[in-house]
């Protein structure tokens, strides 16, 4: 099995992406031949700056190894290393729906508002198709809101091969069953994001404890006190599925736990679980981030791999 998936090295690391991204990365290595890519074509869509973009290719790379990637048995590259995805994306391009694309939430979320809105974010996704066809990948480890990316993949990979005979395999999304989309802390009702969220509701992974405790003792957790999940309760539901995530118990187990103690030691617990977490991903990435003649090589290798 081909596995294949991509992250953007712009905005700080949350939790919401390690749930649907680094943790599933990390399990699928386990089941394939398994490809992830920095999509630094990506995050040139809208505002940023070179040298910093840079910078956070490696941190990115870093935090990938840190999470559990194995540069034995993953191939880690950065896209813009490959030329090859700037080509797919143009070829593409003439079997992608103008229409469709339109659709797409996250282009009508991240160009709403904005002075100036680049055609690459219109764009963005037939990028995306090409990163995964190139690879005929077969499972593509996602969180929920990159579905509707997938969907056009598929319907771009069908299309072509209708046209031209039997060429792209069509790519299957893997989301956890648990943690496919968490919420933002202080507004659940939208998802966890560093360019859409709340600071104070986006956990980051290289939050120190104290910071990370501190959001969650003041997330909010709706009206009632019972521990339970439900559409009436997206923020205590939130934190059932942010435990569940960090410590692999399952969110029925966590609410009979707290069912009846109240909020307050529930949350205590909460912020326990990921300080645990994440502990020794930070240690990790300080580690891994400290050499970055180390990380440019592992890159390169990869890089050459993925050619
Ligand atoms: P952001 O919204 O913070 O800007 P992003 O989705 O635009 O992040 P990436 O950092 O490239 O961009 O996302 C990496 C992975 O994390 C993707 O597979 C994405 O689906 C997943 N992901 C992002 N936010 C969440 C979330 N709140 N819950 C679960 N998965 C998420
Ligand atoms: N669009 C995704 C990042 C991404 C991706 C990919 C994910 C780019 N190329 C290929 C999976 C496969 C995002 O915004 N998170």
Redesign the pocket.
């Known amino acids: 099995m081909r596995v294949f998936?991509?992250?953007?090295p712009t905005?700080a690391?949350?939790f919401?992406?390690y749930?649907?991204?680094f943790r599933q990365y990390a399990a699928t290595q386990e089941r394939g031949e398994a490809f992830f890519c920095v999509?630094d074509l990506?995050s040139i869509t809208v505002d940023y700056d070179p040298a910093a973009l840079r910078e956070q290719t490696l941190d990115l790379a870093a935090m990938l190894f840190a999470t559990g990637l194995d540069p034995g048995r993953s191939t880690v590259f950065v896209q813009s290393h490959v030329t090859a995805h700037a080509e797919a994306a143009w070829l593409l391009s003439a079997v992608a729906s103008y229409g469709q694309l339109g659709r797409m939430t996250?282009f009508k979320d991240k160009g709403d508002g904005r002075e100036f809105v680049s055609a690459g974010l219109f764009t963005y996704p037939v990028l995306m198709a090409g990163d995964i066809l190139l690879y005929q990948a077969d499972a593509v480890?996602?969180?929920?809101?990159?579905r509707q990316h997938l969907e056009l993949a598929r319907d771009i990979a069908e299309r072509f091969n209708a046209r031209f005979g039997e060429t792209f395999r069509e790519p299957t999304g893997i989301y956890p069953n648990v943690?496919?989309?968490?919420?933002d802390l202080q507004e659940p009702t939208r998802?966890?994001?560093?360019?859409?969220?709340t600071p104070q509701g986006t956990l980051l992974l290289l939050d120190p404890p104290d910071v990370l405790r501190k959001k969650i003792r003041s997330a909010v957790t709706d009206s009632g006190s019972e521990v339970r999940r439900g559409d009436d309760k997206p923020g205590v539901t939130t934190l059932i599925d942010i435990m569940s995530v960090a410590t692999g118990e399952t969110p029925g187990a966590i609410e009979e736990r707290y069912a009846s103690g109240g909020y307050g030691p529930f949350k205590a617990d909460v912020a326990e679980a990921v300080v645990e977490l994440l502990a020794p991903v930070q240690a990790r990435y300080a580690e891994v981030r400290s050499d970055a003649g180390e990380l440019e090589r592992l890159l390169a290798v990869g890089a050459r791999k993925a050619r």
């Open positions: 998936s991509g992250i953007q905005g690391k949350h919401g992406n749930s649907g991204g999509v990506h996250q480890p996602i969180g929920d809101d990159q943690g496919a989309r968490i919420m998802k966890m994001s560093t360019t859409g969220g």
